[in-house]
Nanobody, 120 residues
Framework: VQLQASGGGLVEAGGSLRLSCAASGPTYRMGWFRQAPGKERELVAAISWGGMEHYEDSVRGRFAISRNNVEHTVNLRMNDLKPEDTAVYYC??????????????????WGQGTQVTVSS
């Protein structure tokens, strides 16, 4: 499975951005991770084929993940962005039901990163 991410950019604090990711085929789990300089890669949000969602605590209520199982796409709508959201964001996916949606180790497919920068 190949993943192609798009979106991201520079926005002021309080602004909004939308990230999109297209997969080349069907997947069970899709998610967005982010990695800031000097920090580990962390889950931002994940969604299963059936629509079960997971969010990192700091983004819950501000970010919304959605997917289209026919088009094999996943989107991340990010509202009320904060400077601490600044990071490289990665789309990830996996075909297996097992494992944890929270762990990057349980995703076998990764897209290229896209930079999100939030200015204060």
């Amino acid at each position: 499975v190949q993943l192609q991410a798009s979106g991201g950019g520079l926005v002021e604090a309080g602004g909004s951005l939308r990230l999109s990711c297209a997969a080349s085929g069907p997947t069970y789990r899709m998610g967005w991770f982010r990695q800031a300089p000097g920090k580990e890669r962390e889950l931002v949000a994940a969604i299963s084929w059936g629509g079960m969602e997971h969010y990192e605590d700091s983004v819950r209520g501000r970010f919304a993940i959605s997917r289209n199982n026919v088009e094999h796409t996943v989107n991340l709508r990010m509202n009320d962005l904060k400077p601490e959201d600044t990071a490289v964001y990665y789309c990830a996916a996996d075909r297996e039901r097992g494992g944890s949606p929270l762990s990057p180790r349980d995703y076998n497919y990764w897209g290229q990163g896209t930079q999100v920068t939030v200015s204060s």
